[in-house]
């Protein structure tokens, strides 16, 4: 499976609309095919950095999420609600024991 | 390396707590050997839901991270303040790309 994480930290001024518009990303990127686990949290050290978790079937899976309008207009969105550049890390992953 | 999620549901009357000793951990985790990356969240959906999220080197820098004391002593404290039983789950990962 793939896993992927992504960390963003948003403008103080922006977090509501940064919460509303991550909340409907993982409520319809749970809909999608392969898509196994889709969560948003906030770091308890600093409210403003929000953390994707997100757990996908297969390449095939993440890469047709991407080619979703949706998922590109919600990077864009959420690029413009940014104090830093967001950063998204994947892992080609296999549960353990 | 390894990947560790955990997923904890506390009581709203012990949140606070849950919090502080959350903290103390993962503070202290990212100073052992091996731990790459060692955070607690709370998911936007539920903000009693944290979540843990831990990159480690290693089996045996895992290994000897359950074996510290505080360690121990730290799930015992968080499993008094839980709704529900904590679930952890590892992954041995790879960094795609």
Same mark, same amino acid.
Do not use: F, I, K, N
């Given at each position: 499976m793939i896993i992927v994480t992504g960390l963003v930290k948003v403008r103080a001024d922006a977090l509501d609309r940064a919460l509303e518009i991550s909340l409907e990303h993982v409520h319809r990127s749970r809909? $999608? !095919?392969?898509?196994?686990v889709h969560s948003v949290h906030q770091d308890? $050290?600093? !409210?403003l950095t929000l953390f994707f978790f997100e757990q996908w079937e297969d390449d095939g899976a993440l890469t047709a999420h991407f080619a979703v309008p949706e998922s590109l207009a919600f990077v864009t969105l959420l690029s413009e609600l940014t104090a830093a550049p967001p950063v998204m890390t994947l892992y080609e992953a296999t549960p353990k024991g």
């Open positions: 809909t $999608e !095919p392969g898509c196994l308890v $050290e600093d !409210p």
